[in-house]
């Protein structure tokens, strides 16, 4: 499958004026929303703890944990933390975001769309 690519709207979920949009890469294997430190400061997110976190190649690492933010993708949003990395590093959109707005990749046109079960809105199940 190639890439998968959305706009992100970012917006400190304490200061509302303090916003970005960007491009961000839908990666399914990745958990968390995650963002460049450049971002985080524009921002002005707020530390709030460390993580630790698994890269593809195996390694771990501490990694800083941020929030909140309001993340709006395709018209659906949510209040989430943000893993934070080096500056460089390209937005990623995790699982945790995708299921708690309830949207799934097309893996067939490299698209994001909302669930087909729930087009209007997202669904969370209560189980």
Known sequence: MGKVIEKLKLTNAFEPSRTIEVNAVVDTGATMLVIPLSIARKLKLRKMREVQARYA???VCSKP????VTAEVMGRAGEFDVLV???GHQPL???ILLEQL???VNPKKWTLI???QSPDMPMVEVL
């Open 114 to 116: 909302p669930n087909p």
């Open 57 to 59: 190649d195996g390694h």
């Open 93 to 95: 959109i995790g699982q």
């Open 102 to 104: 309830d949207l799934i």
């Open 85 to 87: 990395e080096e500056n």
């Open 65 to 68: 944990v941020y929030g909140v």
